[in-house]
């Protein structure tokens, strides 16, 4: 095949590794007949927008973009959607002439893995979203738009998590807080949109949190519990998810952005879930 006729797209991040984005990719491409080529790029943490300008002078239609890229990305294009404009941060670009016009999909891959795939209702539930930074931004128009009773921001940082919250009050019931502000209040959906379990650690959050029959929810995946997950765990907390279902659904996003064609998300989350417990078995 000759690979330079292909339409080009990639992922950004640092670290990037780790991805199954491209293998997601080239699944859908092989599902949907679309010829592309994906791949995963490390972007310098001081040369994000040189990265995305090498892409695109060679040739690059589009690219997703993880952490912690997400705000500047926003910063970097030209044009956004409606979602990219209202999360102020963007995971999708989309190269045309001069143009990159920002898209932001995590929020809607997020819904989809939880009322699709792992049928949660949010619906005048209790949600507590763990950070502030470009994960959670995407996550908070389309988590708001299902009504939940409540939607609350934690953050190490606690005039930033308010900030967010008054960002996005208008958009329904939300506040922002602290992790130690938590104390003595319980939540239905405990999602976790920090970076710690990338690190091996875990929000400082105190006891009590889990309400009965809650769900523990981590944006970030791997062979086994993430830190976060496995802590959930240990408090008794009995419905577990990790992100590979929010990245599998925000890719397909993607692909419709960039394709016009929306490939079927369950078959790759199969997949790449029995791939991931084999990997478990073999260590």
Request: overall charge neutral.
């Amino acid at each position: 095949m000759n690979t330079a006729a292909l339409a080009r797209y990639c992922v950004f991040g640092n670290p990037i590794g780790h991805s199954k984005s491209p293998a997601i990719h080239a699944r859908f491409a092989e599902q949907t007949g679309e010829a592309l080529i994906y791949e995963a790029r490390l972007a310098p943490l001081d040369g994000f927008a040189e990265s995305v300008g090498a892409f695109i002078a060679e040739g690059g239609l589009g690219a997703n973009v993880t952490v912690p890229f997400k705000e500047e990305a926003y910063r970097l294009c030209s044009e956004h959607s409606d979602r990219a404009r209202l999360a102020g941060a963007v995971n999708t670009l989309s190269f045309c002439g001069k143009v990159i016009r920002g898209d932001n999909t995590d929020g809607a891959g997020l819904v989809r893995d939880l009322t699709g795939n792992l049928n949660a209702s949010l619906n005048g539930r209790r949600i507590l979203l763990l950070g502030a930074g470009g994960a959670a931004r995407g996550a908070l128009g389309p988590l708001l738009e299902q009504r939940p009773e409540l939607l609350v921001i934690a953050n190490r940082t606690t005039e930033k998590a308010a900030a967010l919250a008054a960002q996005f009050s208008a958009h329904g019931p939300v506040r922002g807080c602290g992790f130690a502000d938590l104390a003595g209040n319980s939540f239905d959906i405990v999602i976790n949109a920090t970076a710690a379990s990338l690190s091996g650690e875990v929000p400082p959050l105190p006891a009590g949190i889990f309400a009965a029959d809650s769900l523990a929810y981590d944006m970030m995946y791997g062979k086994g519990d993430t830190p976060f997950m496995a802590s959930a765990r240990a408090q008794g907390v009995g419905k577990l998810a990790d992100g590979l279902g929010m990245l599998v659904e925000q890719a397909a996003e993607a692909f419709f952005v960039w394709r016009g064609i929306r490939p079927q998300t369950a078959p790759v989350l199969s997949e790449l879930r029995g791939e991931l417990r084999a990997a478990q078995q073999r260590t």
